[in-house]
């Protein structure tokens, strides 16, 4: 009689324990979809806005980059800052010399970024 009672439940409670498993297991890799979704756009919308700022050469696609540069950092490991500010800074100086050399290897740095994989911590 004991049996009969307690193999459903601890049926129950093992399924439970598992559902919830597997329901955490969701969350995390939605907000890890999420996470890498926003990463490409901001990687992408700075491409457009800085490859634009370095095309035409003029105050509205300045302003349009001051207002996505700032965006990618959360993105991106320390090492990769310090190069991402002195691009900012050749462009907002005007340096477009400075600016334009340094542009192609951000372009290869970010887009290697955009390749890797975001992990899900156990």
Same mark, same amino acid.
């Given at each position: 009689?004991?049996?009969?009672?307690?193999?459903?439940?601890?049926?129950?409670?093992?399924?439970?324990?598992?559902?919830?498993?597997?329901?955490?297991?969701?969350? @995390?890799?939605?907000?890890?979809?999420?996470?890498?979704?926003?990463?490409? @756009?901001?990687?992408?919308?700075?491409?457009?806005?800085?490859?634009?700022?370095?095309?035409?050469?003029?105050?509205?696609?300045? @302003?349009?980059?001051?207002?996505?540069?700032?965006?990618?950092?959360?993105?991106?490991?320390?090492?990769?800052?310090?190069?991402?500010?002195?691009?900012?800074?050749?462009?907002?100086?005007?340096?477009?010399?400075?600016?334009?050399?340094?542009?192609?290897?951000?372009?290869?740095?970010?887009?290697?970024?955009?390749?890797?994989?975001?992990?899900?911590?156990?």
């Amino acid at each position: 009689m004991t049996g009969t009672i307690a193999g459903p439940i601890i049926t129950a409670l093992i399924t439970n324990k598992h559902q919830l498993k597997l329901r955490e297991l969701d969350i @995390k890799q939605a907000a890890l979809d999420n996470y890498e979704q926003n990463r490409f @756009k901001a990687i992408n919308t700075f491409f457009e806005k800085a490859g634009r700022c370095l095309s035409f050469l003029d105050e509205e696609s300045i @302003k349009d980059f001051c207002s996505v540069h700032h965006c990618i950092y959360q993105y991106l490991p320390t090492d990769f800052w310090d190069e991402l500010d002195t691009f900012y800074n050749a462009v907002i100086a005007y340096k477009w010399d400075i600016a334009q050399n340094l542009y192609p290897l951000i372009v290869r740095s970010l887009s290697d970024i955009l390749k890797e994989k975001p992990q899900l911590n156990p």
